[in-house]
């Protein structure tokens, strides 16, 4: 069965700190691993990979992927008080629409 | 430009009725999906339209269906609703193939009572 697994679920970390999101996936035909921010309703898209070891940044923001060991990784360094959100990953899969999310990671950051 | 808009934002439906929920797509886009959120959760992927045509379905009833129209809105329809149908209900839509991942709309939260 097709899964994305997110870790940690929770993090709290203080106004400056680094942070490393995880994002592993098992999906059946696989074609894409998205991340997105999630504050109160509607996602917004942060990255969209396909391509092992070719990092995306977007200014404190980056993220790489790496199709062999099947997992992605989510950096957001130097962070603010406006970095607290839910961080959604998804794998997508095949031709069929195969779309699934991970449970996704809260973070606060504390000032 | 305009972005994904989802209608109503709210709504309250009694146990075994019907719903629609209503999705315009941003604009130039021919693909929608809709995703159902509950609270704690990710959301889970409830089918995919394609220029009209389901192109995916995730892991729920007939009872969900859904229409895409030539102007690439959509529709959800739940028949027989059940108070774990109560969730956030996002819908999203993309190009077909793009490095600018889904556009959502802010989704309506529908509670079963």
């Known amino acids: 069965e097709d899964k994305v697994v997110q870790s940690p679920l929770s993090l709290v970390v203080h106004e400056g700190d680094t942070v490393t999101l995880n994002c592993s996936y098992e999906?059946?035909?696989?074609?894409?691993l998205l991340w997105y921010k999630q504050e109160k309703k509607a996602p917004t898209f942060l990255f969209m990979l396909t391509s092992s070891g070719i990092e995306k940044k977007s200014g404190r923001l980056s993220s790489i992927l790496d199709k062999k060991e099947l997992f992605s990784i989510l950096n957001i360094t130097a962070t603010q008080t406006g970095d607290s959100a839910v961080y959604l990953c998804?794998?997508?899969?095949?031709?069929?629409?195969?779309?699934?999310f991970g449970k996704g990671t809260k973070l606060s950051v504390k000032p | 430009e305009t972005g994904v808009t989802q209608s109503p934002t709210h709504l309250i439906k009694t146990r075994g009725q019907q719903v629609t929920l209503r999705c315009s797509s941003q604009s130039g886009h021919n693909t929608v999906s809709w995703y159902q959120q509950a609270l704690g959760q990710g959301p889970q992927f409830i089918f995919q339209?394609?220029?009209?045509?389901?192109?995916g379905r995730g892991n729920f009833p007939p009872r969900f269906s859904g229409l895409q129209f030539p102007n690439y809105s959509s529709e959800l329809n739940v028949n027989a609703l059940e108070l774990d149908d109560s969730a956030l209900y996002l819908c999203?839509?993309?190009?077909?193939?793009?490095?600018?991942?889904?556009?959502f709309g802010s989704g309506t939260r529908l509670t079963v009572v």
């Open positions: 998804e794998g997508a899969g095949g031709s069929q629409g195969n779309l699934i």
């Open positions: 999906v059946t035909n696989f074609r894409s």
């Open positions: 999203a839509s993309s190009l077909w193939v793009t490095d600018y991942g889904y556009t």
């Open positions: 339209y394609y220029r009209e045509e389901e192109n």
